[in-house]
């Protein structure tokens, strides 16, 4: 059997070695550590003698292949043992490579995914539920961006983990998996939304402070970003319609985000809706953290896509308020702070998902609607004189309106007369004179 000094040359070899055969002999020995009867006590020692980052990412990711095969079993205490080593060595170990981080963290997350339900049978009662105060406590290792970073990083993985499924997850009851998304959000979702929404809070009150120069800080603000935005993607129901596929842009017009009831207060408060424009508009921009500036614009992406039925007819045109004057002045700034391509596309997201989640007779009640749809016409005609997809997207729209269908041509003819109303040769003019530009 390989010792662990041939195990960690074979690690070492894998990745630096420009030699054919020598690469495949490393690939034949790394692969047979799964193999093992002792794969977790090898690896656990491999992280512990610690003389590579390649022999300690190879450790991390082969014990969570090992621990997820279906075929394995491992006893609760073990993987209990299991997953507080790892936690202890994240926090002991500052100096750690990203790639073992991040192995490291899956590793704890698949390990508190497969033990939710878990539980002693003379010990405490589901062990692995823990797991957010145990995370939390990276904020008190260490004062420093490093263990935070690392607190953000297992959080946002978490939730990943626990709404994506994995090949071991097929072979369990789609009950079961849905027992235990429901789970989580009623223990632990929540608490880390929240978290996330305070520490933006504390980053929207300091903001004017934040310059593009403060890399640490904004690593900090974007990873809480990415925390907030993922769990507003979560499948709060369980119908594992989100499994891995995260935001779709394709499918905008029926994704609805279905919020429990106990998360509605914090949607009511303006300031909550506010901070996300806020934060758009006030973050720098920055090579090390190039999709900062869309983040906020997905989160609001999300909250204007939660259902209709969480709010009362009185409450809905409090939340429209919030994100009508939000949007209107970020038109109203259009030129400084659309200029990017991702972040004008998904503003464009976010006023799409406004007109689907709303209904005409909302918006027109809310004092600024004169204003707004006069600046998102302008917008829209500015989007098909300058987009580059402009042409596409004109086609696009001629090709569902086929009058090779009866339903349709009869549907037009009725509906014709409102259509003359609204000027339509003017707005065939509108669209005939950039699409004819584009050519």
Known sequence: MDTLSTIEWSCNELYTTSDQSVRIQAE??????????????????????????????????????????????????????????????????????????????????RLTKIGW?????????????????SVKNFIRVGDNFEFILILFFHLVCLVSEIYQSTESDLTRATFF???????????????????????LHQTDANLKNLSSNDSDQLQVVYHTLNMVCSCLNYDFVGTGSRYGEGSNSTSDDLSTVQLPANWRPIFLESNNIDLFFRLFAGLPQTPACPGIRVLPLSCLVQITSIRRTLFTNDERPTLLASLMKGCLEVLQRRESLLCEPTVYHEFCRLLSRMKVSFQVSEFVQIACYPEFIKLVADFTTH?????????????????????????????????????????????????????????
């Open 117 to 133: 339900f878990d539980s002693f049978e003379n010990g405490p009662e589901y062990p692995f539920r823990d797991i957010f105060d």
């Open 177 to 199: 998996l849905k027992k235990l998304l429901v789970s989580f959000r009623d223990l632990v979702l929540f608490q880390i939304f929240q978290l996330g929404l305070d520490l």
């Open 28 to 109: 034949e020995t790394c692969s047979r550590l799964i193999d093992r009867p002792d794969c977790i006590a090898t690896c656990k020692a491999l992280l512990e003698r610690a003389n590579s980052c390649y022999s300690q990412y190879i450790a991390a990711s082969t014990l969570t292949r090992f621990i997820s095969n279906r075929d394995t079993v491992v006893h609760v205490n073990l993987r209990l043992q299991l997953r507080n080593f790892a936690l202890n060595y994240l926090a002991t170990q500052p100096n750690l490579q990203g790639i073992v981080q991040q192995a490291l963290i899956n590793l704890i997350c």
């Open 383 to 439: 989007s098909l004189y300058v987009s580059r997809a402009s042409v596409h997207s004109v086609i696009r729209f001629f090709c569902l309106a086929s009058l090779c269908d009866e339903l349709f041509v009869q549907a037009y003819f009725d509906f014709n007369d409102v259509i003359t109303v609204w000027r339509l040769q003017e707005s065939c003019t509108t669209l005939y004179l950039p699409f004819n530009n584009s050519i």
